[in-house]
């Protein structure tokens, strides 16, 4: 009987602090170019829309295949976005990329969950591969913070 009490009570603990876990991870949503990883060895100075070589100070590479490979940007199809942002050091990303067509707008909104167990903060520069943005659109950026 002071066994399965014990028992009981140890599972209820487990059960409790399982719970308070914060999971991190990435999502990418909308028109982000599925499996694509942006890099650059230069960070994003601010929110950007690159839609040439020249729109950036330093070499922008993509991956297609989930960072196996990385080739220059082809901005004949492609725009890169980039939102930096800071968050708690374990946090988890949504970015997601809307093209309005009829208001000639894209909106590239990122949504941050910050894990509270960790208060280290990072920067990203949150690249994100799209296709080819018209000049005549508007970019809006939008942060949600939880």
């Known amino acids: 009987m002071k066994i ?3 028992f ?3 599972a209820l603990v ?3 602090t399982s719970c308070s876990k914060c999971e991190t991870g990435n999502l990418s949503t909308g028109e982000i170019i599925e499996n694509s990883i942006v890099r650059s060895w230069s960070n994003a100075p601010g929110q950007r829309v690159i839609r040439s070589a020249n729109n950036f100070g330093a070499a922008l590479e993509v991956s297609l295949n989930e960072g196996q490979s990385y080739s220059p940007v082809n901005f004949e199809l492609y725009s890169v976005l980039a939102f930096p942002t800071v968050s708690n050091c374990a946090a988890s990303f949504i970015r997601d990329v809307t093209f309005d067509e009829a208001n000639q ?7 941050i969950t910050n894990c509270p167990d960790c208060t280290g903060q990072v920067q990203q ?3 994100v591969l799209t296709r080819k943005i018209p000049e005549n ?3 809006n950026f939008e942060l949600v913070n939880n």
């Open 4 to 6: 399965t009490v014990i």
């Open 8 to 10: 009981v009570l140890l």
């Open 105 to 111: 707008m894209v909106i590239y909104k990122i949504t």
């Open 137 to 139: 659109f508007t970019v």
């Open 14 to 16: 487990a059960l409790s």
């Open 125 to 127: 520069s949150n690249f």
